[in-house]
């Protein structure tokens, strides 16, 4: 959906407003709000802030540095400088993240957050020199390459976080409006951190003081930025998620409804409503070899392998298995888990209910997630194992 941009003639309106809306179209998604999914400002709010703070610090560090080696420089070199630094680890970082891309679309806010950890690591690594000069090559090295890790993370979790806003294909719009915010509030940050520089961090003991602080507020505006991100794949947490309140209330649950529940930290989190399904083991670990065919006979048409133990369940995706193929699999886990608990039947038999009551309630069960706005073509499970007959 195309939402077009309109010129007032003879404009009466206040002069504040007319500049509120004129940063709104600098700044935001044209259409805005009606072009973004719910949450986008609260994500936009905490962004400018990341930003802001991300900046301040990177300029005190660099001026650590350049004091660690010896240097007195003025806060503005400092600033300089940090553009040059920045760069030469970028490259090893990209190395070391290159075989991580899987994982990072299946969790894009962990990551996302994993990445403002290592940027503030290395950030402390770069404060803390002045404090050990001997080690200034080590600290600066190390620094810099958590920077670089940093970076390589945040650029690969960005567009699955804008894709989680966009509506009807405003997503280069959304993306160019967003990185506008960024710049400015760079821009801003870098301002806020030469003055900084100049007064309060002026000695080591005004960046120990305000480093620490800068810091979490910055991760604090990273972890509620991903907070208010309305992730829309399937992944095993969501998915669990989705299975456990359908089974709880009856409904489906939106993208924006579970953003708040999602586990940043700890996603692979077992969730017992849910059947407390494990995805993606090793096919050995999961399954012995001479009980394999026995299992796969239990769901011929499925695509999917379930193995149901004393703690949790175990399912194995075919390789091209997709999103409503996983779904299929959990309902099944959850509906067997619970008639064996409730019923103290064999496993077999209890496989075989659960079967047919997925079958009974997919349909409507998969009409009305689409329509809630979740992407059924795709799990994304990460570097999780698959099987293949």
Request: proline share 5%; net charge positive; with cysteine.
């Amino acid at each position: 959906m195309h939402f077009p941009q309109v010129k007032i003639v003879d404009d009466s309106r206040p002069v504040t407003r007319r500049i509120v809306e004129s940063f709104l179209n600098k700044f935001f998604p044209s259409g805005y709000p009606y072009s973004v999914n719910e949450g986008y400002l609260r994500y936009t709010q905490f962004r400018a802030l990341q930003h802001f703070t991300s900046a301040a610090l990177s300029v005190l560090s660099t001026q650590s540095l350049l004091f660690a080696a010896g240097l007195r420089p003025t806060p503005a070199q400092a600033t300089a400088v940090s553009w040059i630094l920045k760069d030469g680890m970028q490259h090893v970082g990209k190395l070391i993240c290159s075989n991580l891309g899987a994982r990072m679309d299946s969790e894009p806010k962990r990551w996302r957050i994993l990445a403002d950890v290592l940027y503030d690591l290395g950030t402390g690594l770069e404060v803390l020199s002045p404090l050990c000069p001997h080690l200034f090559l080590e600290m600066a090295g190390l620094g810099n390459f958590a920077k670089g890790m940093a970076v390589v993370a945040a650029r690969a979790t960005r567009l699955p976080i804008y894709s989680s806003f966009a509506r009807e294909g405003n997503l280069s719009d959304l993306f160019a409006k967003g990185e506008a915010i960024s710049t400015l509030f760079n821009v801003v940050g870098i301002g806020a951190g030469i003055q900084l520089a100049s007064t309060i961090c002026s000695t080591m003991q005004g960046k120990l003081v305000v480093g620490p602080l800068l810091s979490v507020l910055h991760i604090y505006s990273v972890c509620e930025e991903m907070r208010a991100a309305p992730v829309n794949t399937l992944n095993p947490q969501r998915t669990a998620m989705i299975v456990a309140d359908f089974l709880k209330t009856g409904k489906i649950s939106s993208p924006a409804d579970l953003r708040y529940g999602e586990d940043l930290l700890f996603p692979s989190r077992l969730i017992e409503e849910a059947g407390n399904v494990m995805v993606g083991r090793p096919l050995h670990k999961a399954v012995k070899p001479s009980k394999l065919h026995q299992i796969k006979r239990t769901f011929p048409e499925g695509k999917f392998i379930l193995h149901l133990r004393t703690r949790w369940t175990d399912m194995i995706l075919e390789h091209n298995a997709t999103g409503e193929d996983a779904l299929r699999g959990w309902l099944v886990a959850a509906y067997a888990a619970d008639i064996e608990k409730s019923f103290n039947l064999s496993t077999e038999i209890a496989l075989q209910d659960a079967y047919e009551r997925m079958n009974s309630v997919f349909s409507p069960f998969l009409s009305e997630l689409q329509s809630k706005g979740w992407h059924t073509d795709q799990f994304l499970d990460g570097t999780g194992c698959r099987f293949s007959f």
